[in-house]
């Protein structure tokens, strides 16, 4: 009896320590499994983000690139226009030498209408070159000698007076402008004594309304001077 039971008893342990084996077992095999899964699951999730941090920095790149070239692009424009403006500055200027040094020859040379169409060609396609106040004042000057010679007398002195009027517009502080005022005050004194020589010549050949028309004319521009005082003198005379 005693034998029997104890073998009784021994199988039923074996029989409990197989089953807590095989439990043990099953548990181990579910946490392999599971800490398999998990590892492929980080792999998978690893390479994921890796592919996500790959493109990434591809599209970065790109866009980097794309900056730069577009900087580069700007850059290079910005040079070109730079020089093209230089360059044209450059042909701007040696343009205007060359055309005043055009008219400085015609000048030379005493070829006052050449000379005059040289220089306003200067002032009109270049007014802010270096040359264009030199070039309108000498206009004005020329003008005025060509009625000194009594060519088209009151025609040049009119427009010496207009050259010599814008030059000082244009160009005030200018070198010359001092010179320009000058000429400008001789230009009236000019116009002033023609205008009393056509009275006078009116007066002697007895027109005399014709007279008094110069005579007042000379007054109301004059303001004061020698010819005014000449001029008003000779209205009283004729009865004014």
């Given amino acids: 009896m005693t034998v029997n039971r104890k073998t009784t008893d021994a199988k039923k342990s074996v029989k409990s320590a197989a089953k807590v084996v095989r439990v043990e077992s099953n548990t181990v095999a579910e946490k392999g499994r599971e800490f398999v899964l998990a590892t492929v699951g980080a792999a998978a999730i690893v390479r994921k983000q890796g592919e996500k941090l790959v493109a990434n920095f591809l599209d970065e790149t790109t866009q980097l690139r794309n900056r730069a070239t577009k900087l580069a692009t700007n850059v290079v424009g910005d040079v070109q226009e730079q020089a093209n403006g230089v360059l044209a500055q450059v042909k701007s200027?040696?343009?205007a030498k060359a055309q005043?040094?055009?008219g400085q020859l015609y000048e030379g040379k005493k070829k006052?209408?050449?000379a005059i169409t040289a220089y306003q060609k200067l002032v009109r396609d270049q007014p802010g070159s270096g040359q264009a106040p030199e070039a309108l004042f000498r206009v004005g000057v020329i003008l005025t000698a060509e009625a000194d010679r009594g060519n088209q007398n009151q025609a040049n002195l009119d427009l010496a007076r207009e050259a010599f009027n814008d030059y000082l517009l244009q160009?005030?502080?200018?070198s010359r402008n001092a010179e320009a005022r000058k000429f400008l005050s001789g230009v009236g004194g000019r116009d002033l004594q023609r205008?009393?020589?056509i009275a006078e010549f009116y007066e002697k050949t007895g027109k005399t309304e014709s007279a008094k028309v110069y005579y007042r004319d000379i007054v109301t521009r004059s303001k004061s001077g020698p010819l005014h005082?000449?001029?008003r003198?000779?209205?009283r005379q004729l009865g004014e």
Avoid at 171 to 174: A, F, K, L, Q, V
Wanted: net charge neutral; aromatic share 14%.
């Fill in 171 to 174: 160009y005030p502080g200018h």
């Fill in 100 to 102: 005043f040094a055009i």
């Fill in 233 to 235: 003198a000779r209205l």
């Fill in 229 to 231: 005082d000449k001029a």
């Fill in 112 to 114: 006052s209408k050449e």
């Fill in 93 to 95: 200027a040696a343009a």
């Fill in 195 to 197: 205008s009393y020589d």
